[in-house]
């Protein structure tokens, strides 16, 4: 089992950044990928960026890239992925999913997620 808690959402304007982070816990969680996706109302939930654990690889969205950044930390006490948003637009708002999966570096789709956080909220005004 894996746990995932998201917070660091909120209402920015246009240009504007946040910094999402997600507290990771649970014995496996190594053993999965960690990525974030996005559901605007109305809207199918969507990939953002995912990274490994090991090397560090990343992939984005290329309606994101270069503008948000995945990282993540890991210590004896904690487990957290970033996801450091820049240059937000108003498009970019909806609720923000950290997520655990076994393939999301090559499949990036919420198919290939195993454990899915909360979500929190990112709304970004004009």
């Known amino acids: 089992q894996v746990q995932l808690v998201e917070s660091g959402g909120g209402l920015v304007q246009a240009g504007g950044s946040l910094r999402l982070s997600c507290a990771v816990s649970?014995?496996?969680?190594?053993?999965?990928?960690m990525g974030w996706f996005r559901q605007a109302p109305g809207k199918e939930r969507e990939f953002v960026a995912a990274?490994?654990?090991?090397?560090?690889?990343?992939?984005?969205a290329d309606s994101v890239k270069g503008r948000f950044t995945i990282s993540f930390t890991i210590s004896r006490d904690k487990n957290t992925v970033y996801l450091q948003m820049n240059n937000l637009k108003p498009e970019d708002t909806a609720v923000y999913y950290c997520?655990?999966?076994?393939?999301?570096?090559?499949?990036?789709?919420?198919?290939?997620?195993?454990?899915w956080g909360q979500g929190t909220q990112v709304t970004v005004s004009s």
């Open positions: 990274i490994s654990w090991s090397g560090g690889m990343t992939v984005y």
């Open positions: 997520a655990a999966g076994s393939r999301l570096i090559s499949g990036r789709s919420s198919l290939d997620v195993d454990y």
């Open positions: 649970g014995r496996t969680f190594s053993r999965y990928t």
